[in-house]
């Protein structure tokens, strides 16, 4: 079986004060039957890290760019996420593809660098709002995954997210059987490329999930967890969506 994650992406937000968050979050799940993950501004992962002291929350990266080091203004490599503490990162979320024009290509070397430095991945794919009514869904996912994910990683290295675009942000969620299908088609593909580690690769749902929503998604099969934007924020809010995974 995959291992469960709940994953939170701060994005743009947060600053020290938010810190606190971390506290709280810790305190109400000392000893957590899941994964869990916080990805905050890069500023905030060396602190983040100390304020875990060695808890059980891992604290990630939100991007990184395809090279070591180098002449790349305002970017951030591999090896300085983990030299910060991190020990996973992001990478193709639907808003880097979007506002940095980051191709299935420039997403896999990213993948490639992240593995070098020994951080974990998490590649996130999905379809637009444009692409789903066009019904080309299982096909645009596809090719995302088949791009953007490189050779030889294994079940410890990757986590794929699947995040309809149209979800993000929104409060609109698919249904579990459009979900279902989309894990689904993840699911075979993996396998077919990766084999046995293939079936143990985390697939994640991300887009809007809520704790009043999280218990249905995580029921559907190959749901392995989620990837929250705006609800990982509090903790109060992350750790409703913490303990519907720990049940489902
Ligand atoms: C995200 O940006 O990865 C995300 C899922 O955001 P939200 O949960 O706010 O929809």
């Known amino acids: 079986m995959p291992r469960k994650l709940a994953a939170g992406n701060w994005k743009m937000n947060g600053d020290g004060a938010s810190l606190a968050e971390i506290d709280a979050l810790l305190q109400a799940h000392p000893a957590p039957g899941i994964d869990i993950l916080i990805c905050p501004p890069a500023t905030l992962i060396e602190r983040m890290v100390r304020r875990i002291a060695g808890g059980a929350i ?80 299982l096909e645009v996912v596809g090719g995302q995954l088949a791009g953007s994910v490189p050779d030889g990683v294994t079940a410890g290295t990757l986590t794929v997210a699947y995040e309809p675009v149209w979800a993000i942000g929104t409060g609109r969620v698919p249904t579990t059987d459009q979900i279902a299908q989309v894990h689904d088609a993840i699911r075979a593909q993996l ?58």
């Open 191 to 248: 396998v077919d490329r990766f084999g046995d580690a293939g079936a143990e690769m985390a697939i994640l749902y991300g887009g809007s999930v809520k704790p009043g929503n999280a218990a249905e998604i995580f029921a559907v099969a190959n749901v392995d967890g989620a990837l929250v934007g705006g609800a990982s924020l509090k903790a109060a809010d992350f750790s409703g969506i913490i303990t519907a995974l720990e049940g489902a």
């Open 58 to 137: 891992a604290v990630g990266g939100q991007t990184c760019h395809t090279a070591a080091s180098g002449a790349h203004t305002g970017d951030i490599s591999a090896s300085m996420l983990a030299e910060a503490g991190a020990s996973h990162v992001i990478l193709g979320h639907s808003e880097r593809r979007a506002d940095h024009g980051e191709s299935d290509g420039t997403i896999r070397a990213q993948a490639e660098a992240a593995l070098a430095a020994g951080l974990r991945t998490i590649i996130c794919v999905g379809e637009t709002e444009a692409e789903r009514d066009a019904d080309v869904t």
